[in-house]
């Protein structure tokens, strides 16, 4: 009987160092969770510091509590199971940056990953080759900040639309995709680099800005050739200055004057891209004036006028 008792006590004394041990284990392992998004978030407020004052603005959203269980979250798990993933347990996840609209890179997330970006706004993913949890910028400082996160139809895909705090690839560049594909007479080309943003996807606007950056640069190259329009622009402020007042008067008279859509949308093309000539030529990326552009949302005219110094 003694014996018998003995083995119980011996049976209850492994489970109690066992289940010690499992606690010990599971404590350290929400150690290591905490310590790690508070570091992340560290890291990216320390990054946003070094950026424009524009981008400082992105701080005050960046929260270093580390978050909450699905469970725990109002909603959460209900979304979550909505979602159609994959056999692995995974939805495809596409990060577009909010300004540009470039798309800046693709990767994947299970239900860790989106629950701890809908709370930390820390764009968190899925490594399918770590196997594991990757909020991007812990190890690089080139965090995404989202802003935004968007549902596709079928609801297996998913885009974090945010500001880059650095680039999104690790290459150095602003986003994964540079290398463009066509076909012509030769067959299937592709050309592009990363270091060059010549080839990579970019809205009307930003290819004009393209257009226009490499239209003064082809003059300077070659001081001895006839100028383009844009570099002649470029190089002669009285005259760029000159065109813009006039854009602007002739885009008031196609309102004035009742003179349609079709003058509207041509006059407003010819003052927007003077403007972004004279933009070039103060070293001024669109992306700047755009990223003000969405401060100012939700924002009065008039008090945003009334606020900025005299």
């Not at 080309?189 to 930003?206: D, I, K, T, V, Y």
């Not at 290819?207 to 329009?229: C, F, H």
Request: glycine share 6%; aromatic share 4%; hydrophobic share 35%.
């Amino acid at each position: 009987m003694a014996l018998a008792q003995g083995a119980v006590v011996s049976q209850i004394s492994s489970k109690r160092v066992a289940c010690t041990a499992e606690l010990n284990c599971t404590r350290t392992v929400q150690i290591k969770k905490l310590a790690s998004h508070r570091a992340a978030a560290q890291l990216c407020k320390q990054r946003i510091l070094q950026c424009s004052a524009q981008a400082q603005a992105a701080i005050q959203d960046v929260s270093e509590a580390p978050p909450l269980p699905e469970a725990d979250t109002r909603g959460m798990s209900a979304w979550l199971d909505g979602l159609k993933w994959d056999t692995g347990g995974l939805v495809a996840v596409i990060a577009q940056h909010v300004d540009t609209g470039e798309v800046l890179m693709q990767a994947y997330a299970d239900r860790a990953a989106l629950n701890e970006t809908m709370q930390t706004r820390l764009a968190t993913f899925y490594s399918r080759s770590r196997k594991g949890r990757w909020c991007k910028g812990e190890t690089s400082g080139n965090f995404i900040k989202v802003l935004k996160v968007f549902l596709d139809c079928d609801r297996d895909s998913i885009i974090y639309q945010g500001e880059p705090i650095g680039p999104a690839c690790h290459t150095g560049a602003r986003t994964c995709y540079f290398s463009e594909v066509d076909q012509n007479d030769a067959g299937l080309q592709e050309a592009g680099h990363h270091e060059s943003r010549s080839n990579m996807p970019a809205s009307s606007l930003f290819a004009l800005e393209n257009i226009i950056t490499q239209r003064i640069e082809q003059s300077s190259q070659n001081p001895g050739s006839k100028p383009s329009w844009t570099a002649k622009l470029a190089g002669n402020q009285e005259l760029l200055c000159s065109k813009i007042r006039e854009e602007a008067g002739e885009l008031c008279e196609t309102l004035e004057q009742q003179e349609g859509h079709e003058r509207a949308v041509s006059e407003m093309a010819d003052l927007l891209y003077h403007s972004m000539v004279l933009l070039n030529v103060q070293a001024v990326p669109v992306e700047d004036v755009l990223k003000e552009l969405r401060r100012r949302f939700g924002t009065s005219g008039i008090d945003e006028k009334a606020s900025r110094k005299k």
